[in-house]
């Protein structure tokens, strides 16, 4: 089965799955469910053709097998009428925890991009509105179990370029979007999609389209731009659109702050050098925080924070698909360098909505047309990122304001506040990840103090929480770094810590500097005082 493939098959699992809250430690073997999931995920994918029934009723019943559940998902979505039925969730493990290697790709064998294609909306049978189909495809597969899988999942694809569903109508005019999505594989680790939406070249009332890519790389900014270059040529001919991709899929992904430089001929232009820049700070190339802070104010930024560090049950609400990824992904970004690492599903396709009655954690983005079906908020954040005035919060869990010490907060907001009006997103991006990572430097920076080896040299070092709990200053702190010490995030942060006890990352190089501003400061303290007395 081809990598993309089991993508996308795994997507649809693997987000659904995390309902039962089952984890697995990284150093454990491949568990023994894996083949029978493969094969329910395979029938999910050959049927997702007719997942765009429109069907979205909301299911509240019990939860037990995985085959239970994607029956019950197929038989809901391909009837028009009939009762709600219970969706029973996954009984199989979600997938490992993921570390940052698991976001980092070997650069020596990575292209840019897997796939690019073009989802257009055809004219279903019947009167069922506009289903999705692939018109476009860049690369093509080069034999026929390649193609056949391929299909499977470009088909999977399609639902998260068009999540809203089959109810759309011809358009004369229509505001591009780019937004994008993460694809899970079975072992946790992720590809990400990028799609643009528009009106395609014509005359008259015409659906909208869609171009994605697939890629192993996460750099909004860098394929926003090959979007603007790809929908040049689309206004040309489909064929112009080859050759331009051909050159991105040959040329080496540039390190942070380096350029690559792409020549394409354009008729009647000439030959073209498009030139593609990465951030130098990469950790931060996927995210733009701008649109975060615009919809929140830094207090209700500080409060969402909250929820998600203590990893809760989160749901954003908006209209526009592309607010909904921006702001997820910069969420997840504010826990550098910690990792989110339960159900992250940035736009949720109508047809998988079911799974906000997950009872584990997550991170999920819904469209403000399909907020009425969300019946349940036990125990949910809601942020309503399009309400024009007052309060975003939806529903609340009551305590989010409080979760973080006063003067923990008081310091973020400080630190927020000196980030410029209109400032340019690096600087943005600066300002803001250094406020909230100086914030995980200060409660709990002090963890390398507390992997300590239990016997001879050839002992595995382990965290000695209880050390690193009574350690712990100010002791108004304590509170919240108990229950922070109790997310999968930081369970997953010392197992890898634990493995390199001694190596010298970027957090750790924080810490010591910040340290060592601590005990400057202190010594002049020290000093202050002696010359008073």
């Known amino acids: 089965m081809c990598h993309l493939s089991q993508d996308c098959d795994v997507m649809v699992k693997a ?39 429109g069907q979205t009723d909301v299911d509240h019943g019990p939860m037990k097998k995985i085959s239970s559940m994607f029956s019950s998902l197929q038989e809901k979505l391909h009837r028009d009428k009939g009762e709600k039925k219970v969706l029973t969730p996954p009984s199989a493990p979600t997938p490992r925890s993921l570390s940052h290697q698991d976001r980092i790709p070997s650069l020596g064998q990575t292209f840019f991009f897997e796939h690019l294609v073009v989802v257009s909306l055809k004219k279903s049978n019947g009167d069922k509105g506009y289903e999705p189909q692939i018109s476009y495809q860049f690369p ?19 639902l998260f370029c068009f999540p809203e569903g089959v109810n759309w109508a011809p358009l004369t005019e229509y505001r591009s979007e780019t937004f994008s999505f993460v694809l899970t594989e079975i072992d946790g680790s992720r590809r990400n999609g990028y799609c ?16 994605c890519i697939i890629s192993r790389l996460a750099c909004f900014g860098l394929f926003s731009k090959i979007f603007d270059e790809v929908e040049k040529r689309r206004q040309i001919s489909m064929a112009m659109i080859y050759p331009f991709m051909q050159s991105l899929r040959e040329a080496p992904f540039p390190a942070p702050g380096n350029t690559v430089n792409i020549k394409s001929f354009i008729p009647e232009s000439g030959t073209e050098i498009i030139r593609l820049t990465r951030p130098q700070d990469s950790w931060l190339e996927h995210v733009d925080f701008q649109t975060l802070f615009h919809c929140l104010t830094d207090e209700e ?20 698909l592309g607010t909904l990824s921006q702001v997820l992904h910069a969420v997840a970004a504010l826990l550098f360098p910690f990792l989110w690492q339960h159900t992250f599903i940035s736009i949720v396709p109508r047809v998988l909505l079911d799974v906000y009655l997950a009872p584990t954690p997550y991170l999920l983005g819904i469209q403000s047309s399909l907020q009425h079906q969300l019946t349940d908020h036990t125990d949910l954040l809601i942020v309503d990122l399009s309400a024009p005035t007052g309060s975003k919060f939806i529903t609340r869990i009551g305590d989010e304001d409080t979760l973080i010490p006063a003067k923990l907060q008081e310091e973020l907001l400080q630190a927020l506040c000196m980030r ?43 965290f000695q929480k209880k050390s690193f709990l009574k350690a712990v200053e100010p002791k108004s702190s304590r509170s919240f770094v108990k229950q ?21 990352g970027f957090f750790r190089k924080k810490v010591a500097e910040y340290q060592e501003r601590r005990k400057k400061e202190r010594m ?7 010359v008073v007395v």
């Open 15 to 53: 987000h659904l799955s995390s309902r039962t809250g089952f984890r697995r430690r990284p150093s454990e073997a491949g568990h023994p469910l894996a083949g029978e999931e493969q094969t329910l995920i395979e029938r999910c994918s050959e049927n997702v053709g007719d997942m765009m029934s």
């Open 140 to 158: 093509k597969a080069t034999n026929r179990s390649q193609k056949e899988e391929e299909e499977k999942c470009l088909k999977a694809v399609t």
């Open 196 to 211: 643009r939406r528009l009106l395609p070249h014509g005359k008259g009332a015409r659906p909208p389209e869609a171009y």
């Open 301 to 320: 930024v500080l409060q969402v924070f909250a929820a998600t560090v203590l990893e809760r049950r989160i749901v954003f609400i908006a209209e526009e």
């Open 420 to 462: 410029r009006r209109n400032a340019p997103t690096e600087e943005l991006n600066r300002v803001i990840s250094e406020a909230f990572l100086t914030f995980f430097v200060k409660t709990v920076g002090h963890f390398a103090d507390h992997i300590k080896k239990s016997g001879g040299g050839k002992q595995a070092a382990t």
């Open 484 to 504: 922070f010490v109790q997310t999968q995030m930081f369970d997953l942060f010392v197992q890898e810590e634990e493995k390199q006890p001694n190596h010298e």
């Open 524 to 530: 002049k303290s020290g000093w202050m005082k002696g």
